[in-house]
């Protein structure tokens, strides 16, 4: 009876392409291409909800050949070669089985990365000021820009660092808010202390935008200070 089992058992596995493993012999699974494409597929779907801007589309990719891992709890993770995915040309396919490392291999790819962007409406020269007519938006890819502008009400009244051609993309590096204070211009030197508010008139020896720390002399008693520009025409002694 036992010897009929096995065989009945043996024409089971051989039936549905399976075949036994011996008492000496480790269970595998194997990772096929399919099976990496769909992984990948579902990490591009979780990177696309990390920004709702920009729809990420797989243009080419290079798979390792399929391999195998131990049969257990497998897990996969997978990282890009730059935070946030846009610009990486390569993704790490790392395999986990039981908590424990067993592959990690480099995956090549290409992605697209479409996206609504602020591009130059005509060239612009380095230091000129930003407005709505100096903007426009246009859907193109940005998946070698460091810093594309997704709104072109966040560039308005700042200016560029540096000449802008025309339909270029407008990034953050390349602008900056006008500075609060010129240097040269007459300003109010404010001094806080112990409830109290002291202020003199004073003249900027340089730029300054909000927040940062400039020099100024306080024209009563010729003193240079460090201020922080607080507003047009206005900066503030820390004590």
Known sequence: MRHQMLILLTLVLLLFGLHPVSAGETAHVVIDHQEMQQILDDFLT?????????????????????????AGRIEHQLIAARPGVL???????????????VSNQSIRVEIEAMAEIAVAKESLRRGTRLTDNLIE????????????????ADAVGKI???????????????????????????????????????SAVGEARQDGRE?????????????EVISRVVAPGLVRVEL
Request: proline share 7%; no cysteine; net charge positive.
């Open 87 to 101: 610009g990486s040309r390569r993704i790490s396919f790392m395999t986990r089985v039981n908590d424990q490392i």
């Open 46 to 70: 979780e990177q696309s909800a990390l920004l709702p801007q920009v729809e990420l589309r797989l243009t080419a990719v290079q798979f390792p050949a399929p391999y195998k891992v131990p």
């Open 211 to 223: 927040g940062e720390s400039i020099r100024v002399i306080n024209t009563g008693s010729s003193r």
């Open 137 to 152: 938006m246009r859907y193109q890819d940005i998946s070698r820009l460091s810093e594309p502008i997704f709104d072109g």
């Open 160 to 198: 560029v660092k540096r000449t802008v051609r025309l339909g270029e993309p407008l990034q953050g590096q390349q602008l900056e808010y006008p500075p609060l204070v010129k240097r040269g211009e007459r300003v109010v030197i404010e001094v806080q202390h112990a409830g109290m508010t002291l």
